[in-house]
């Protein structure tokens, strides 16, 4: 079992920066492919970014590429999603997954992961 939490969220103006943190259990936790999605108030849940690993493979939305970066520090099971030039739309509550498959390619399906964190609202403000 995987335990998923995340940390980080809050509310912001457009234009600002936020970092998400995500902590996983686990001793192999440095082989998790790990991912953002997000779901605002009647939308499916979304994947925003995500990396496999080896932490050099990652994939972005279009909607965030350039704007958010993910990375991963093995040695603290701890994910990031570092979140500049928030939008509105940007708003929603923001999820970490994991899965303890391999892959090598980053999996974008809310399927393809098997533990999930619960949640934290991110708010951005016009």
């Known amino acids: 079992q995987v335990q998923v939490v995340e940390s980080g969220g809050g509310s912001v103006q457009a234009g600002g920066s936020l970092r998400l943190s995500c902590a996983a259990s686990g001793r192999t936790f440095s082989s998790y492919a790990m991912a953002w999605f997000r779901q605002a108030p009647g939308k499916e849940r979304e994947f925003v970014a995500g990396?496999?690993?080896?932490?050099?493979?990652?994939y972005y939305s279009d909607s965030v590429k350039g704007r958010f970066t993910i990375s991963r520090d093995n040695s603290k099971t701890t994910v990031y999603l570092q979140m500049n030039n928030l939008k509105p739309e940007d708003s929603a509550v923001y999820y970490c997954?994991?899965?303890?498959?391999?892959?090598?390619?980053?999996?974008?399906?809310?399927?393809?992961?098997?533990?999930w964190g619960q949640g934290t609202q991110v708010t951005v403000s016009s």
């Open positions: 997954a994991a899965d303890r498959k391999i892959y090598t390619t980053v999996p974008v399906t809310t399927h393809e992961y098997d533990y």
């Open positions: 990396v496999i690993g080896s932490g050099w493979s990652t």
